[in-house]
């Protein structure tokens, strides 16, 4: 097992070595994320509706 201080100087190394996303990297992710977010938000709320619409038509709800 390694000491504490040992543990913080290898996860400082291994921090240098990260290649961390430019500014712009991480604009563009952003967006794709929110984007694919709001599709899938879409997605299921028409399903849903399409859904809620056969089960009323079915049931005479």
């Known amino acids: 097992m390694i000491s504490p201080a040992e543990?913080?100087?290898q996860v400082k190394r291994e921090l240098q070595r990260v290649t961390?996303?430019?500014q712009k990297e991480?604009?563009?992710?952003?967006?794709?994320v929110i984007l694919m977010i709001i599709f899938v938000m879409i997605y299921f709320f028409v399903a849903d509706?399409?859904?809620v619409w056969c089960l009323t038509k079915i049931l005479g709800v």
């Open 49 to 51: 509706s399409f859904i």
């Open 20 to 22: 961390w996303p430019t």
């Open 7 to 9: 543990f913080v100087s």
């Open 26 to 32: 991480t604009m563009g992710m952003t967006v794709a």
